[in-house]
């Protein structure tokens, strides 16, 4: 099956053990996965592990059963595409400006076929368009909202056409209103480019209404992957997060959680 698959993989920070033996997969194509798991889990690591912005120390990680190098190279920064939680500060170019930026520089590289001037803006602007920021086209990026700055990274991203999408916590700044858009889009655009995307999500409940598949992490381990159904457990959310919790469908048949306490706490840390 298509798609990004780890296994075994392991990284140290000095002599601390940040992600332990992980195996998992394959995450498809055409599909998004949710990374989820309290602070300190090492959702972040594995994103960077999986970009090769941070190297981890032993185990493979395959694309369509290609190996992938454990650090970055030109043909991996291309397929594999990660966007940090936060943006630079200071960049004085516009939008659209930036996403042209973004978008020369995988051509740069040698990848897609090389376009003229107004190819690459129509490009561009269809980024924009289908992302609903096309109105920043000339904001200046040091003009925008922590929000909109965000949905400007993601037009970064997406305008690079990558196999494999990776988003650290891409909802964090945003608006209710923005949270459903930019999660329909992801999944239009997953669909359409048939791409592997992984999101890092503190909102279990997106998870459970927007993402195909996720990964529960906790201590640097896997502690549940497969549908978000299938991993969101009031059991594991006991033992992940020390939360007392119910797992119920809404009234459109959508499951949702709903929090009733909090575990014990002693319990929860000895584990």
Request: with cysteine; hydrophobic share 40%.
């Amino acid at each position: 099956m298509s798609g990004l698959s780890i296994d075994n993989l392991s990284l140290n920070y000095g002599r601390r053990r940040i992600l332990d033996s992980l195996a998992a997969g394959p995450l498809p194509r055409g599909e998004i996965t949710a990374l989820l798991g309290p602070n300190g889990s090492g959702k972040s690591t594995l994103l960077r592990a999986l970009s090769g912005l941070t190297r981890a120390q032993s185990g493979k990680l395959e694309l369509d059963g290609e190996t992938l190098a454990l650090s970055a190279s030109g043909a991996r920064s291309h397929s594999v595409v990660y966007l940090p939680q936060a943006l630079p500060a200071g960049v004085r170019l516009q939008v659209l400006e930036s996403v042209l930026v973004a978008y020369r520089a995988t051509r740069s590289q040698g990848y897609g076929t090389p376009r003229n001037t107004a190819d690459d803006l129509a490009h561009v602007h269809g980024v924009l368009q289908r992302l609903g920021i096309e109105s920043l086209a000339t904001r200046s990026l040091d003009e925008l909202s922590g929000g909109q700055r965000q949905l400007v990274g993601i037009a970064q991203a997406l305008v690079r056409d990558p196999q494999v999408l990776l988003l650290d916590e891409p909802l964090s700044a945003l608006d209710l209103n923005h949270q459903f858009h930019v999660m329909r889009t992801l999944r239009s655009e997953t669909r359409h480019r048939n791409m592997v995307t992984v999101v890092v999500l503190h909102d279990i409940n997106t998870a459970l209404r927007s993402c195909d598949k996720a990964m529960l992490l906790h201590g640097g381990r896997i502690h549940g992957f497969g549908t978000p159904a299938e991993v969101v457990t009031p059991d594991r959310l006991d033992q992940v997060f020390g939360v007392i919790a119910r797992i119920e469908p809404c009234s459109q048949g959508q499951l949702q959680v709903s929090i009733d306490g909090l575990a014990d706490r002693s319990r929860v840390a000895s584990r």
